[in-house]
């Protein structure tokens, strides 16, 4: 089962990047990812509080968020 998902999630990323890539280029890729990344860290407060009252409200276990938090660094 967690074979199936890495692997869904490797096809995902690949596909979210090589599109792009695909279509505009490298320049304007790199440059919609750098804007991305700069307006989540705007937000990343926001971010946290939502993964944390989806835990407080049991949508997600406490682990699954904390994993998913730590995930991304």
Same mark, same amino acid.
């Given at each position: 089962? *967690?074979?199936?998902?890495?692997?869904? %999630?490797?096809?995902?990323?690949?596909?979210?990047?090589?599109?792009?890539?695909?279509?505009?280029?490298? $320049?304007? @890729? &790199?440059?919609?990812?750098?804007?991305?990344?700069? @307006?989540?860290?705007?937000? !990343? &407060?926001?971010?946290?509080?939502?993964?944390?009252?989806?835990?407080?409200?049991?949508?997600? !276990?406490? *682990?699954?968020? $904390?994993? %998913?938090?730590?995930?991304?660094?």
């Amino acid at each position: 089962m *967690e074979f199936a998902y890495s692997a869904g %999630l490797s096809a995902a990323g690949a596909l979210a990047l090589g599109v792009p890539l695909r279509l505009f280029g490298w $320049r304007a @890729t &790199w440059g919609a990812v750098l804007l991305v990344w700069r @307006t989540l860290r705007g937000y !990343r &407060w926001w971010i946290l509080l939502i993964l944390l009252a989806g835990a407080a409200f049991g949508l997600w !276990r406490l *682990e699954d968020v $904390r994993e %998913l938090i730590f995930g991304l660094f």
